[in-house]
């Protein structure tokens, strides 16, 4: 763990702009041993974690097999804890500050239950006439992304980490509409937002698409632009027609057709006057001036 903290603290300083999250430098290995696991309600991993120096840089690489092989956090419950509170890091971007702020917010007010600690949610069981129960929620893991970032966390799942008999339907029931009307709009939230983040990441990639086509496009238009090979002229203009025609004898056929192109062989003269040839409801005109120069076929 020495050796990855080492390697990652490298890799940021070489490229910083390589790293989406400049803040999580400042989650130092204290901060994660004395504040941020007691939140969690954690505490007694602490010696591990401090012995280990795991920081920010660390905690977004862990997996359950290193919680498991380095850090001592063998309980599956705990290990799925501490993945829900790293993943919550992420979502503010690994900025303490803004984690601070919006547990302020929700200290006296039940909203944005996602960002809880341990001791928030006990004050919240007590709010809920369960204070004989809220006790038993201190060092149990449990806490606001856990609840609300894990689905099959649920009511039933609380109760057991309260201690609530089964035989207790009426406190079970209650605490199950309690959780519920704290939680569901909370994953709602979550949910609409992850569905807009990944519409605007769409919608961003098919515009740098786009763009990238459009800029290909200018870049060779200006290119040839500055050259000179782009000559508006009048003159330049009938050449490419006249090579054009000479060059599509084949293509006329196939449009005018066997039987047309005969027809046109035979009614075109080498003079000076037009000559005009009819098939169906449409005219087609033909040009001659001594030597045929250019032939226009003008569809009606």
Sequence with gaps: MHRRKLRLAIEEHRNPSFFLNPKISLLTHIWVVE?????????????????????????DTLTKKDLEKHLHVCRKFHQVSVIHAIHLLRLVKFDKQVLI????????????????????????????????????????????????????????????????????????????????????????????????????????????????????????????????????????????????WKSSQGSLTRALGLKMKQDLHQSISFQSSPLTLKEGDGHRRVKSQGDIETLTVTPV
Excluded: C
């Design 35 to 59: 504040e941020w696991l007691p939140s969690l309600g954690l505490a007694m991993y602490s010696e591990h974690f401090k012995s280990q120096l795991v920081d920010g840089r660390v905690l």
């Design 101 to 244: 702020q919006r547990r302020s917010h929700s200290e006296h007010m039940d909203l944005d239950p996602v960002v809880w600690t341990n001791q928030r949610f006990i004050r919240w069981v007590k709010s809920i006439d369960l204070a004989e129960y809220a006790e038993n929620l201190q060092d149990s893991g449990v806490h606001g992304a856990l609840v609300v970032l894990e689905h099959s966390f649920t009511a039933d799942t609380m109760a057991t980490a309260l201690g609530i008999p089964t035989s207790k339907n009426i406190i079970r029931r209650h605490l199950t509409t309690e959780l519920n009307n704290l939680i569901q709009p909370a994953r709602m939230s979550l949910e609409a937002e992850a569905v807009f983040q990944s519409q605007k990441s769409r919608k961003r990639n098919v515009g740098h698409s786009s763009a990238s086509r459009t800029g290909s496009l200018g870049h060779s238009f200006m290119r040839s632009y500055s050259r000179g090979t782009l000559d508006r002229s009048d003159k330049r203009y009938t050449s490419m027609r006249f090579t054009t």
